[in-house]
């Protein structure tokens, strides 16, 4: 066994708070390597580019905060923490900075407001994703929000879900824009459609085996599975013990759900899912999504009449602790208290009147956050950079707004929005195998001199039409990046990248994703795809009825 696998034998990563405690009057030096690890159980990470400082990553399932949540993570960056937040790209806050001494008190405060940090690092299920406007969207099929809390109630704290193999990713949705990137997730329930005795039963179809990092973007496969609400918390934890049980321990590069599910295939998955459920499940029924991309950016009619939500655009998804609590009060005073977080590091303001509407686009805040990004900054996304994650290899944040604010000026004014999601290193926390722009970091030599440069990627995508991404240029060096990227997108339109024939199948893979066995139960066998050399092109970014911006 790996190292981790022997410190979690000696001592349950969920036991390390005692010695948290302990480390917190001794001072960070006196943390062992073993805990520093072990330390991750509780989101909370130490990092080599900020010796003696932690990271605490909030759990925030579904991305659903309140006013007071929000308030409390504010004044925990501004008093304990270096006045910075991060929103990621799994729904979540990271406070950045904390002495081990002030962590107590943070977690208790936390607490007071109903947060946790519990299990959002190593070998956990980490925080489970669904669309950020779920129970407002005028498409959605379902409104995932009680599974994604019932789900986190059931694993937060509970010994069965504390000693996976590796980190477990989990997203639930029963919106039809296909706002999350469920292929890349362990585990995905996507809204599906199915007849059952003459009725339309609406649902989930299951993906698993989904991953970005190492080995690069497999695309989840369909487990060829049907479950109502009602089944999926049973389904969920049988495919996490399957994992717990069966999943690869001898080594980390090969942990996750993927490698088991290429070994096994997913008819034998199948099996034992069905096997621990004790009964057959229905095969996959029609997926309900469509071929878009939808950050949820900009104004939109909510289900609710006279309603309307409000998704701001956070730059690469980093802002000051004070316009953190600013947005807090916007949240009370034109809208219910409550915020939403994106997978696209945007943040989202519900339950705004139409009275109440113009007011606030009007306040000072929204012209740093704004509701209408350029077409270049509306999709761009950035994992956190060398400033504070060891693995990275270059500084992603600057870097993508630099290269967007003169890709701006470098491109024509009404090219159709992209995405471009820059990761710092292999491990993919920015997600750029799933964009129409992908920059993966790195330092090259030129002329005797070690530079930041990206290797550039393109046409990488997740929903019905999975692609994985091409590779289109080597060691770009950043500073010619925007030069480089204007001379290829108005060229390389993401109608190209994504153009295609055929429909997708009901269970939702258009194509056998690499690695994954074909299925061979008879009669629900994976038939070959139709697809030429990329998917067909989206549909416009608005969902709903837009009552203002893009």
């Not at 669309?131 to 498409?139: D, E, K, N």
């Not at 599974?147 to 109630?153: E, G, R």
């Not at 139709?530 to 837009?546: D, E, N, V, W, Y």
């Amino acid at each position: 066994m790996n190292k981790v696998e022997l410190l979690k034998q000696e001592k349950d990563g969920l036991d390390v708070y005692r010695d948290l405690v302990r480390y917190a009057n001794l001072g960070w030096e006196a943390i062992s390597e073993d805990d520093v690890q072990r330390l991750k159980w509780y989101g909370l990470f130490l990092r080599n580019p900020t010796p003696g400082f932690f990271m605490i990553r909030v759990r925030i399932p579904g991305g659903r905060a309140t006013s007071a949540q929000i308030r409390t993570l504010a004044e925990l960056a501004t008093c304990f923490g270096n006045g910075l937040v991060d929103v990621t790209t799994r729904q979540q806050i990271q406070l950045r900075h904390l002495r081990i001494e002030h962590v107590p008190e943070a977690f208790a405060r936390m607490e007071e407001v109903g947060l946790t940090s519990l299990q959002t690092g190593m070998d956990n299920v980490r925080n489970i994703m669904t669309c950020p406007v779920a129970g407002l969207s005028l498409t959605e099929m379902l409104d995932a929000t009680p599974l994604v809390q019932a789900l986190t109630q059931e694993i937060v704290g509970n010994r069965a879900y504390s000693n996976l193999p590796r980190k477990f990713n989990v997203a639930i949705t029963g919106c039809v824009e296909n706002c999350l990137h469920a292929e890349t997730q362990d585990l995905a329930l996507v809204p599906a459609r199915q007849t059952q005795g003459g009725e339309q039963i609406y649902g989930f179809n299951v993906l698993v085996g989904g991953k970005l990092g190492s080995g690069g973007y497999r695309i989840a496969t369909p487990l060829d599975v049907f479950v109502t609400p009602e089944e999926v918390i049973p389904v969920a934890c049988a495919v996490m013990t399957a994992f717990r049980d069966y999943g690869f321990r001898d080594s980390r590069n090969t942990a996750r759900l993927a490698f088991l599910l290429d070994e096994w295939g997913e008819t034998r998955f199948r099996v034992e899912v069905e096997r621990r459920l004790g009964r057959a499940l229905p095969p996959a029924g029609e997926d309900l999504r469509k071929a878009t991309v939808n950050t949820h950016m900009g104004i939109f009619r909510q289900k609710q009449s006279t309603f309307n939500y409000v998704g701001l655009h956070i730059p690469v998804g980093r802002m000051p602790a004070d316009d953190l609590r600013e947005l807090a009060r916007l949240a009370e005073s034109y809208g219910t208290g409550e915020l939403r977080l994106t997978p696209h590091q945007a943040v989202i303001v519900p339950n705004v009147p139409d009275k109440h509407l113009g007011d606030l686009i009007e306040e000072p805040l929204l012209a740093r956050y704004v509701y209408n990004p350029s077409p270049v900054r509306q999709g761009l996304v950035s994992c956190v950079g060398n400033d504070y994650c060891n693995l990275a290899v270059i500084e992603t944040k600057s870097r993508a707004l630099e290269t967007a604010k003169a890709l701006e000026q470098k491109v024509p004014a009404d090219m159709k929005p992209i995405t471009m999601h820059w990761s710092g290193c292999p491990s993919g926390c920015g997600n750029h195998l799933v964009a129409d722009v992908g920059l993966l970091g790195k330092k090259v030599k030129i002329h005797g001199q070690i530079v930041d440069a990206v290797d550039v990627y393109v046409g990488g995508r997740s929903g019905p039409h999975a692609k994985i991404p091409i590779k289109l240029l080597e060691d770009v060096p950043c500073d010619r990046l925007a030069d480089v990227l204007a001379g290829i997108l108005p060229y390389h339109t993401r109608e190209k990248m994504y153009r295609t024939k055929g429909k997708p199948r009901k269970n939702g893979a258009s194509v056998p994703p690499r690695s994954a066995p074909r299925d061979e139960r008879p009669g629900r066998g994976l038939e070959e795809g139709t697809m030429s050399q990329f998917p067909s092109p989206p549909a416009p970014l608005s969902t709903g009825q837009p009552t203002g911006g893009s």
